[in-house]
């Protein structure tokens, strides 16, 4: 019985990060979000709402390596500072909405 619980739960974890979007997933990999699947979701919503789908999947990565944000807001890069704009745009939005 305990294997069978074991699998559904496996099941629907799974599936839901399979349906998240590329920030929720990080987030709930992360030790920023932890493992806040309300949280997670709701700086997820706030990305539809504000980037792109390269700039989400661009984004995801620095919860992984923030090294790779501090990079691009440094960098000299015209293409760099204009996604960071919007970057941060979406950073005050999550913040806004989310109470984080």
Not at 6 to 28: F, K, Y
Not at 31 to 56: E, F, H, K
Not at 58 to 82: E, I, K, T
């Amino acid at each position: 019985m305990k294997s069978i619980l074991t699998a559904v739960v496996l099941a629907i974890v799974s599936t839901t990060l399979a349906h998240a979007g590329p920030i929720e997933r990080a987030c709930l990999r992360s030790d920023t979000g932890n493992g806040s699947a309300a949280l997670c979701g709701c700086i997820q919503r706030v990305a539809d709402m504000t980037l792109a789908g390269s700039d989400q999947r661009r984004a995801a990565r620095f919860f992984a390596n923030p090294q790779r944000a501090q990079d691009v807001r440094a960098s000299d890069s015209a293409a760099d500072n204009s996604f960071w704009q919007r970057y941060t745009n979406f950073g005050s939005a999550a913040e806004h909405y989310c109470g984080g």
